[in-house]
């Protein structure tokens, strides 16, 4: 389990290397065959900067572009985040504590999970009218349910000796929660809040790609292929990979932080 | 007191207990030994109020427990799930102390109190899987005392425990049993064990539908220890006597 801090480091440093080689590969290829549509990372990386990150210090680097664009996208994809996050939490929990509500809607649950998110996009659209309120909707709809069935089941599988533990300290309702079912069930709460993360990130940009969107990462890619700029779609491209990759590390290191302390 | 009258216990059809009747008077530090399986744990879980009394009454100074009674405290033999692991062994300790309606800090001092009297001083604020399994069990024995309880229920608590740790173990308990004046009920499958710690053995004979085949007051002279004790030629006999019950 525990390995040397320098193992550690040459892990990060291989894994970094990849990386590095497979963007030296690209640039590579794109120098020695250009094309249109494959620029190189350079360019890229150039085209990202002067579009977003260029801006005046007292923005934070950031250009109005960048303001208008990704801001927007962040806040709906946090809004909805959080929205699942917690709904799922406290469903999954009062789903978890009752065999009965678990059986009756765990049926209901399975088909929920099973429909693929952006097919509920429509489903909004209709109910919600275009904008922010049904991209949040959209967003929510989607990743609550990971979070909601795997609260529920670590709730559920919760040790029963430490339920009988619980019985005879005679712990109240809120007690049982807040030392017993949701520390027994973070693991499994963490799992479910990672799959949401990455489909808030997908639901974001598909519910932008839709027509009534004025702003956001997913308006920047369409506006910009609808005029043949390839180089702000790769841009997007790997804003949003970067985002991804930035949001799940911001959640890993919470989850070690929250989990770091028992072994179970 | 806690008395057991015509206690009949089960699951579904199968009989675990049967016609079980037993008074223990209090501060009285009774062992129940048995074959394995022969409902033993059965019996505890029913005087802890987590399974319903299926048959004949139990009660606990003279009301019929239903629920967990008042003033309980039990000890289970795994330890490593029955501490939670994710809270200090401070706040382990602590936690039967909520319901008493103290404040953050009388809490953290009585339990800081019970873990010295444990043996455990300064190992309040490591997390119970960063302690050897002895050390483990001190603090589920220190969470139990922290309430000062009138009836302790112990579940073959040293069952997991190498021979050193557990002779040690069985020292604090006789310790705190004398300091503390509780009303002891002690499960084990370890005969030596029984007389070594037990006031009285009670013997549950092999299931299905075990009855009390012996029920045995231990008068040992002097101070227990653990070598000059286990020689005495009462010990011995004693222990005959319930090696054969069991066995019968």
């Known amino acids: 389990?525990?390995?040397?801090?320098?193992?550690?480091?040459?892990?990060?440093?291989?894994?970094?290397?990849?990386?590095?080689?497979?963007?030296?590969?690209?640039?590579?290829?794109?120098?020695?065959?250009?094309?249109?549509?494959?620029?190189?990372?350079?360019?890229?990386?150039r085209h990202?900067?002067?579009?977003?990150?260029?801006?005046?210090?007292?923005?934070?680097?950031?250009?109005p572009a960048a303001t208008e664009n990704i801001l927007p996208s962040l806040a709906r994809m946090t809004t909805g985040f959080v929205i699942a996050a917690i709904a799922g939490i406290a469903l999954g929990t009062a789903l978890g504590r009752s065999r009965r509500a678990h059986a009756l809607c765990n049926p209901v649950l399975q088909f929920a999970r099973a429909v693929p998110p952006p097919a509920l996009v429509p489903v909004f659209v209709v109910l919600l009218d275009f904008g922010t309120r049904m991209q949040v909707a959209s967003i929510v709809f989607s990743a609550v349910w990971p979070v909601l069935i795997n609260t529920a089941d670590g709730v559920r599988n919760t040790d029963p000796l430490r339920v009988?533990?619980?019985?005879?300290?005679?712990?109240?309702?809120?007690?049982?929660?807040?030392?017993?079912?949701?520390?027994?069930?973070?693991p499994r709460i963490f799992a479910g809040l990672r799959l949401s993360l990455s489909l808030c990130l997908v639901l974001m940009v598909f519910s932008e790609l839709l027509p009534g969107t004025a702003n956001g990462i997913g308006f920047t890619l369409t506006d910009a292929q609808s005029r043949s700029d390839l180089l702000t779609v790769w841009a997007a491209l790997v804003l949003l990979g970067a985002l991804g990759y930035v949001l799940n590390t911001v959640l890993l290191a919470v989850e070690k932080r929250l989990l770091g302390r028992g072994d179970r | 007191m806690l008395r057991l009258d015509s206690l009949g216990q089960g699951y579904g059809d199968h009989p675990v207990l049967h016609d079980i009747t037993l008074t223990v008077p209090d501060g009285q530090?009774?062992?129940?030994?048995?074959?394995?399986?022969?409902?033993?744990?059965?019996?505890?879980?029913?005087?802890?109020?987590?399974?319903?009394?299926?048959?004949?009454?139990?009660?606990?100074?003279?009301?019929?427990?239903?629920?967990?009674?008042?003033?309980?405290?039990?000890?289970?033999?795994?330890?490593?799930?029955?501490?939670?692991?994710?809270l200090p062994v401070r706040e382990n300790v602590a936690l039967p102390l909520r319901r008493r309606g103290l404040g953050r800090a009388e809490r953290r001092e009585q339990a800081e109190?019970?873990?010295?009297?444990?043996?455990?001083?300064?190992?309040?604020?490591?997390?119970?899987?960063?302690?050897?399994?002895?050390?483990?069990?001190?603090?589920?024995?220190?969470?139990?005392?922290?309430?000062?309880?009138?009836?302790l229920l112990m579940d073959e608590p040293f069952g997991s425990l190498d021979a050193q740790t557990r002779e040690d173990l069985e020292d604090l308990l006789l310790e705190v049993h004398e300091s503390e004046g509780a009303t002891i009920v002690f499960?084990?499958?370890?005969?030596?064990?029984?007389?070594?710690?037990?006031?009285?053995?009670?013997?549950?004979?092999?299931?299905?539908?075990?009855?009390?085949?012996?029920?045995?007051?231990?008068?040992?002279?002097?101070?227990?220890?653990?070598?000059?004790?286990r020689g005495l030629p009462e010990f011995v006999a004693l222990r005959a006597e319930i090696g054969r019950a069991v066995r019968s």
């Open chain 2, 187 to 229: 499960v084990t499958h370890d005969i030596d064990e029984s007389v070594y710690v037990g006031d009285r053995v009670v013997v549950l004979s092999a299931g299905p539908g075990s009855r009390v085949v012996l029920d045995l007051p231990v008068g040992l002279p002097g101070k227990r220890d653990q070598i000059a004790t």
């Open chain 2, 113 to 151: 109190l019970m873990l010295e009297r444990v043996g455990l001083r300064g190992a309040g604020r490591r997390y119970p899987w960063q302690l050897s399994g002895g050390m483990q069990q001190r603090v589920a024995i220190a969470r139990a005392l922290v309430c000062r309880p009138s009836l």
């Open chain 1, 1 to 45: 389990m525990k390995r040397g801090r320098a193992a550690a480091s040459r892990g990060a440093l291989l894994r970094w290397t990849v990386l590095a080689t497979a963007i030296a590969a690209w640039q590579l290829t794109t120098r020695t065959h250009p094309s249109v549509y494959f620029p190189p990372p350079t360019d890229i990386a």
């Open chain 2, 29 to 86: 530090l009774l062992c129940v030994v048995g074959p394995s399986g022969c409902g033993k744990s059965t019996l505890l879980r029913t005087v802890a109020g987590l399974l319903p009394v299926r048959e004949g009454t139990v009660s606990v100074d003279g009301a019929p427990v239903s629920g967990v009674p008042d003033r309980l405290a039990v000890v289970f033999q795994d330890y490593g799930r029955s501490l939670y692991p994710w």
């Open chain 1, 164 to 186: 009988d533990v619980a019985a005879v300290l005679r712990l109240n309702r809120t007690e049982r929660l807040r030392f017993l079912f949701l520390p027994s069930a973070l």
């Open chain 1, 48 to 63: 990202t900067h002067t579009l977003w990150f260029s801006g005046p210090p007292t923005h934070a680097f950031l250009t």
